[in-house]
């Protein structure tokens, strides 16, 4: 049976053996978050039509210029 490795100096062989011992740290990880400050989330007005259905996208825009148009009548006729 063939070895695996190749015979060299102890010191690289145990370097290609040997299991990786440290799998995860979250060393300094907190203190460079807050560095900067952990800000909130930006809060918009109106949330993004973005990946919506295109019919209901178009239809809600005719809707929002229709309500535009009656409030600005209403404004005018009580005035």
Known sequence: MRCRFRIQQSSEVEA???????????????????RNGIKRPKTNRSRSMKGVDPK???NALHALVGSRKARAEQKVAES
């Open 56 to 58: 209901f996208r178009k």
């Open 16 to 34: 290609d053996v040997m299991a990786k011992s440290k799998n995860h740290t979250n060393h300094n990880q907190n203190r460079k978050a807050h």
